[in-house]
């Protein structure tokens, strides 16, 4: 079974109205309640070391964003445009399972602001969940997508496939930036113009977030599963199991959602 990738994506925010402490402390808290195995963020099995207290408070939550600031090189001064960087890998609690099939690992890239990119959040989820003894279901994550929403209001969300790669389309912004340095560079210039390159977005994947404004413009293959939420936005659901590389059925979903979804990516 393919590894499962619950995503968040949203663009830079005032820190002095993200409230990022506050979100921080109700998402680690709020986890266990959809499985247990978030009952722990540890560092390494061999070290067992402790990377976020679960509960969470405020406080404590504060306290490791301002320790986890991303740095400069040199001089290693406090980089706060960057944001925090808070992970940890989910075990259950103690005694920890680290079946490699049990752990989940989650990483928040949270705070940014100004001109340095957008804030996201990485969940690789477990292949087995410890309370089902199985692969997660797509009517189990719905609900987990919505408290991850819920908490950070992402702009985009989605579970993908770790052997999937997004579509992906040419950046005339990269471009323009890059196209000396590989004119420069023939030698190298066309893995330094593949940098250009940026996935289609919103995202698509195995269950697809689309906000409001673009649920509304969207046409759906027959077979697709749509769950509107009160705002209007929809969580779409290509069908209720995971599916591997090679499940033809689910990868001609996955493309036909991609084909329909289309007009309104950019």
Known sequence: MPDLIL????????????????????FVSGL??????????????????????????????????????????????????LGSTIWGGH???????????????TRCYIGRYGKHGGNYISMGL?????STGRPWRACELRPLMKFARDIWNPAEMCVTF????????????????????????????DSIMASCDRPLEPRIGWITYLPPDLAVKAKYPADIEVETLDDGAALVT???????????EGLARLHALEAALRPIQS
């Open 91 to 105: 075990v259950g609690p103690p005694p920890y399972d680290f079946r490699e099939a049990s752990v989940a690992v």
């Open 238 to 248: 290509l069908c209720e199991e995971p599916f591997g590389k090679t499940d033809a």
């Open 32 to 81: 266990p309640d959809f499985d247990p195995v978030y009952c722990s963020w540890i560092a390494s099995p061999k070290t067992k070391k402790e990377t976020v207290p679960v509960p969470l408070t405020e406080e404590h939550a504060k306290q490791l964003l301002a320790d986890n600031i991303a740095r400069r090189d040199l001089p290693a001064d406090p980089w706060p445009e």
């Open 7 to 26: 995503h968040l994506w949203w663009g830079p925010r005032d820190p002095t109205h993200a409230d990022d402490a506050r979100r921080l402390s109700r």
């Open 162 to 189: 770790s052997f999937y790669n997004l579509p992906k389309i040419r950046d005339p912004e990269r471009v323009a930036m890059f196209a000396p340095y590989a004119r420069a560079r023939p030698k190298i210039a």
């Open 126 to 130: 477990s292949d087995l969940r410890p």
